[in-house]
């Protein structure tokens, strides 16, 4: 395996477009907390995204839409922390950016201000351009996310793949294309066909991160939870799991019950 690590230097945006222009590939994953942090930043990350997937794999619920803005910054916070070298980006949670740009600026410039994440991820495109645009006038840096959208699954109804129409396709390339022009540093495209996904990636100039959207892209995002296997009740094709922590945190856990019930620990050694 090669070692990422080589290049000390802090992430930044700027570095994410070198990347692309020379094609080299972008490594992201999620975390939430400290300790996670440290670890992923060490093993050599691009860029360590704050997700609202915190609301699944952290507090158990159905969806993203119960997130707050304050749980947002918690975790970003901790993260934070965590992260000398990687690019930490932290998600704007719904409700707390669609529809009123004024308010969009107030929930960007808290997540800056509080938790010292150094750029944010929106979910949409021409429907909260607006939002968009009035975070990048503040000089907050703003990544895009685009196809799968799990802030409007009430809208979808399914977690099935975006864009695999025509209509939806077009409109998906000309998001992708406005997200650039305004100024978006970088994009996620989330579940959809793996020939547009490619396609997108060779149109515009900024990088394209793919979950669920093939390898044609310039750099990949998995949530932490699922790629460890900690979560493996969750199993799309395109998760690839590196990990089966579920499996060697139960043996442990059990390992630790067994050892305090035959009162085999705490041992001589291991008291004062
Ligand atoms: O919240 C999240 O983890 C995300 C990734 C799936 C891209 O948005």
Avoid: W
């Avoid at 972008?26 to 915190?54: F, H, P």
């Avoid at 949409?124 to 802030?151: F, K």
Wanted: a negative charge.
């Amino acid at each position: 395996m090669a070692n990422y690590l080589q290049d000390q230097r802090k992430v930044t945006t700027h570095r994410l477009a070198e990347m692309k222009q020379r094609g080299e590939k972008i490594a992201m994953l999620t975390a939430y907390d400290y300790s996670m942090a440290r670890l992923i930043d060490e093993a050599g990350m691009d860029v360590i995204l704050v997700g609202d997937s915190a609301s699944n794999v952290m507090a158990g619920n159905m969806t993203t839409l119960p997130m707050t803005l304050d749980q947002m910054i918690y975790h970003a916070k901790s993260v934070v922390k965590g992260v000398k070298r990687a690019l930490v980006v932290c998600d704007l949670p719904f409700g707390s950016y669609q529809g009123n740009s004024k308010e969009a600026l107030a929930s960007a410039v808290r997540i800056m201000k509080e938790s010292h994440a150094e750029a944010v991820k929106m979910e949409g495109g021409s429907e909260i351009r607006e939002s968009i645009e009035r975070v990048l006038c503040a000089g907050i840096p703003v990544m895009g996310h685009l196809g799968l959208t799990p802030q409007s699954i009430n809208k979808f109804g399914t977690y099935a793949v975006r864009a695999k129409e025509e209509a939806e396709a077009n409109k998906l390339i000309e998001d992708a294309r406005m997200l650039e022009e305004i100024g978006c540093f970088a994009l996620v495209l989330e579940k959809i066909p793996a020939t547009l996904a490619s396609q997108v990636a060779k149109e515009v100039n900024i990088p394209v991160i793919g979950i669920g959207a093939g390898g044609g892209v310039d750099g990949q995002v998995l949530v932490m939870h699922d790629m460890l296997g900690i979560n493996k009740g969750f199993s799309p094709r395109f998760l690839r799991r590196y990990a089966d922590l579920s499996t060697i945190i139960n043996d442990a856990v059990a390992h630790y019950i067994d050892d305090v019930k035959t009162s085999d620990f705490p041992n001589e050694k291991e008291q004062y």
